[in-house]
């Protein structure tokens, strides 16, 4: 046997392993800082021309190059927390039957089912809310809600108009359903790690099981149920597609959520195409993604930050 | 001046050593060396672990490192093949010179170090391939080996390991679905495989069942023929069936190292004693 | 002290259990629902010429989706190949060399961000970075759009992995004379495998149902595009240019007025949601045991 191997050849094998590795992990650095240099960038024209009254200018017309993002602000915020006001509680209570209620058998499947909507491509999400939710939301549930709250002094002003099926209402409706699994499976996870013996001794006291999740679990959990919602949200602020279809493509505000509006997401999806011939347009709607950017990274930090006091607390 | 101890019977009868086994005193001095110590510290980032270590490894001979869990033995052995270093903040000074050449220097060759050391851990750890992918594994390494020669190693070294026969018709089969004893057995196959000088052995056989590691046992004495062995057990009567030499460590400091029938019948100092008595740890 | 009655405690226990299993239910209910819908929609639109003609203007009668399917396979394999080596390398290096280290750190915190930002903002992204540099739509910036998205998955996933392999198996191989690299590809690897190729298959599962990072970027086009050559060359697509893909084309004919457009959307819809699932499906049976990390 002849031996191979000269020391110089494998320090140089083992060094230059290490330096592609080290560039490959650092390249996500790089893309990150290019995608805000690159909006930053992209966005200069349009603040140049609108300066900050461009955030709560609630004008669009391409034709006369006058544009304001407030109507696309407005639309996110609203369609993102009506989501959230749908879908937080369900993911907690869901999650709550996984974690206590089911037979374990049951909970794998149901846990199965939901790690399988997490799946599902946002797009087919946006197919099912145009062609099935939609005229559902247009025929039957829209003109039962305006009979049933549209007497209501100030809440009726969210119901007003003609049901048109397409709206603010049935966007938060399909975001409240794609960011749903992901709460839940978070919330599942955290609910899970509470200690047994805690759970126990709550029990163990004569408790019923509501009130053993109430006073033990919860508070336990509370951070990173927290931290859970936080994830979700996040989510919901740059979900496209599946806003995109049902959202209605206005730019007008207006206080009923049967009525159309836009996203920065859906804005920049439907009408990017139009605007890739006029510089001024085109920038505009970078800055809208810009501002989209701006509050995504804010939201990861404030998130992470979040997080990792959990982690330092010893829960997960 | 030392009083008559009574323990003296004691001890005789606590811990048997092999007629035939332990060096005997006046041997020490004329036996070739292969690995000595001297001024070695260890250190965990700020903490200091082992202080001032000195010992001789005899060649061809089994030095066992007894001592209470936590007091560094494991630590002492991991500096000799230098394992340590996957581990940013672990740091050894001092001397540690085998054959001539101190294997602490910075610019030391650690790939042809640990050829020449082989190391077995305490919990078997078989390579998620086949029984002959894993003791071929440090053969391929180091060597470029005919297919016919690879065969004929791998079966020399699992016949020293003495795991041939139960082995032999199904070398295909993966190393992870055999019995802790005989994955024990496969990672010592897979280190006597490259040829080292000296193999160190931390608590090999405390994860195995009683008849594993009488069979682990039967097999280190086999083993010494060829190879420096330094096992580190908690097991004294292990140590005293096994070793020859045997080295006392007590919060990181070698309180005691000599033959091992004298450490384990006229230990010179009271923590051996008190240790080997069973009075603490 | 008045004790408080058993009847209110045990009715409120009720009302949650009972709020519980119905919500747990109507999630399901929406789960078969969508998947139900896609199914029949998507089966009674899905006929031979959806898989054999080529999507073309709506005076043509006789459509499909061929091109479609195999831009998307294209576009998703150039995604694979680029990001899937270099996001396992990216989590070699946060698990293996610089796990403490403070740019580890770094490069964790904005994979997290990465993976929380808005697809369609990576679409623009490489809009001005690519289509506008090459003057034009291409498969290739598509790839890479979708590449961006699989990078921090795959190398957050690696890591997770890569950290279960116990020590002993690394101290093992290093004891023996391995050089480190040795070390990490054929032994950690090896160990971690499973849980490797469940991350990578999830990774791709989740960037084949993306269409905001595609719609300017590879834009869509109503022809194949192979490498117009002779021999071997003739298979591949030729990705610079504006390369037709299934979600680009389901956002495009869902928009349109005209009906059997929609119902071909369908019928690509089941396409994707099949595959997707499929996929899901086979990378968890792979790995039943543990956590992927979520994207």
Redesign the interface.
Known sequence: ?????S?AR??I??LA??I??????????A??V??AL??F??STLSMSEFGWRFLIDRSWNPVTGQFGAASSIYGTLVSTLIAMILAAP?AL??A???VE??HPVLARI?G?????????????????G???LAPIMQRSVEPWLQSLLGDIPIIRALFEGPPMGIGMLTAGIILA?MI???I???TR?VLNMVPGVLKEAAHGFGA????VTRIVSIPYGIRGIVGAMF?GL??A?????AVT?VIGNSHRISASLFEGGNSI?SA??LE??EA?NDPVFRSV??EL?LI??LI??I???VA?LWLVSLKKQGHR | MHEEKPQETVLQHRIEVPPDRGAKVEDFGSLPSKIVVRNLDFFYGRQQVLFDNAIEIKKNRITAIIGPSGCGKSTHIRVYNRIYELYRDQRATGEVMMDGENLLAPGRDLIKLRKRVGMIFQKPTPFPMSIFENVAYGLRLHYAVSRRELIDRVEEALKDAALWEEVRDDLGKSGLALSGGQQQRLCIARAIAVEPDVILMDEPASALDPAATSKIEDLMSSLREKYTIVLVTHNMQQAARVSDYTAFFYQGRIVEFGPTRQIFTKPTEKQTEDYITGRFG | MKPRPLILRRGVDLFIRALSLLSALVGIAFLVWILWDVAARGLAAMDWNFFTKRTGPFSIPETGMANAIVGTFYITLLATLIGVPVGLLGGIYLSEFGRNHPVSAVVRFLSNTLMGTPSILIGVFIYAAIVLPMGGFSGLAGGVALAIIMLPVVARTTEDMLALVPNELRESALALGAPSWKMILQIVFRAARAGLITGCLLAVARVSGETAPLLFTAFNNSHFTFFEAKGPMNFLYDLSQPTGNLTVTIFQYAMSPYERWKEQAWAASLLITGAVLVLSVVARILFSGGHTRRA
């Open positions: 046997m002849e031996n191979r191997s020391k494998v320090n094998a083992d392993f290490r592609l590795a080290a560039i490959c992990a650092v390249s996500i650095i893309v990150m290019a995608i690159q909006l960038a992209g369900m209570i869901i709550l039957f996984l209620l089911s149901v199965g089912a939901i790690e399988l909507l997490a799946a599902i491509p946002s797009i087919i999400y946006g197919m099912w145009l062609f099935v359903l749903l699994p992901f839940t499976a978070v996870d019923t099981m509501w009130e994830l996040g989510r602020i740059g979900e496209t597609m279809f997401a920049i999806a990017f195409g890739m709607l970078i993604g989209l950017f995504t990274v939201f990861q930090i992470q």
